[in-house]
Each structure stands twice: as structure tokens, then as C-alpha cells.
């Protein structure tokens, strides 16, 4: 289970890291990481993005609205699929 955690972690973590507008909040080393991904999108307001993220798109994340742990917070599971990783990835870039 950890491994496949892992595996799908930090293959959205590689994904997001090439938005030149995402600023990855979590560190990329899984050992100081866990299951958990938090990033911010520059330039958009991040309780908009979070809206738009699940109403148009369907994406359901946790939200951090203001301060220095402001961003988005996806926490991937074994059930994720890579695909969905590099969806989210693309999703964001579009924004």
C-alpha cells in the first residue's frame, strides 16, 4: 500500500512541479511528504480555484484560503490511477 502511495504521489508531484504557475507547498522527498500534495496556482485566487476545480471540473481537494499554508491540498490514494494524476496535472495547467 505504501509503495503504491508513493508511486501515485510523486508521479503528480513530477507532473505539477512542470506548471511553470504551481508552487509545490509539499515537499517532493516522500519521506518528509506522506500522502499528501499542497500547492499553490500563481496569480489565481485560491478559494476561486477550488470552486472552479470542482464545479467544472469535479476535482474534490481540501482548501487553505489565506496564510502561509494557503493551497490546495489533494490527498491521492492506492485506488488513484496515474491517468487521474496526469488529469489533474492538465487541469491545472488550463487554469
Known sequence: VERRLEQVVTHLKQRLSEVPEVKLKTPVDWSI??????????GRVTPQLYDTLYAKHRVALASTASGDAEGLRFSPHIYNTLEEMDRLAAIVKTL
Open 33 to 42: 511528504s506522506g500522502g499528501v500534495v499542497k500547492f499553490q496556482v500563481a
